[in-house]
């Protein structure tokens, strides 16, 4: 049995909250985030059709939610998946942001629920190997 194709592939692209460099993963030619690379970032992936950007999450990065409410008002098209960790935050208030940002944006808020956690933190708080960490969200995201 053969898989069909699908019609459409969404393609996203990344907006660097935490700097950029040439190489992905180094800070060689690196430069640090600010406001107007980031709208240059937006504006381009807007305009070569992208259909949305993650903005990432994590305690090297701007915050995601700030972020994406600077930058929708400069976009058409443009869909914006913030990266949110569960338990950061009260569930209400990320629920209320969420819609808040979605309406303002003429419904081009995405989520992406981050289980997973950077290199530091096992030290930081209760570690759970990977599959549990994942379940791990269920409750507060459902």
């Given amino acids: 049995m053969t898989q069909q194709a699908p019609d459409k592939i969404n393609v996203f692209w990344?907006?660097?909250?935490?700097?950029?460099?040439?190489?992905?993963?180094?800070?060689?030619?690196?430069?640090?985030v600010d406001l107007p690379y980031l709208q240059q970032v937006a504006l381009a992936a807007d305009s070569l059709g992208y259909y949305g950007v993650l903005i990432p999450t994590g305690k090297s990065c701007e915050d995601s939610w700030l972020v994406a409410s600077a930058l929708a008002p400069l976009t058409r098209r443009l869909r914006y998946l913030v990266a949110v960790r569960p338990g950061l935050q009260p569930p209400t208030l990320a629920a209320r942001m969420a819609a808040t940002l979605d309406r303002l944006s003429e419904g081009r808020l995405l989520i992406n629920v981050v289980t997973g956690g950077d290199p530091g933190g096992k030290?930081?708080?209760?570690?759970?190997?990977?599959?549990?960490?994942?379940?791990?969200?269920?409750?507060?995201?459902?």
């Fill in 14 to 32: 990344f907006l660097p909250t935490h700097g950029d460099g040439r190489y992905l993963g180094t800070t060689e030619g690196g430069r640090p």
């Fill in 123 to 142: 030290q930081r708080r209760r570690y759970l190997p990977q599959p549990q960490r994942a379940l791990s969200g269920d409750p507060r995201i459902s």
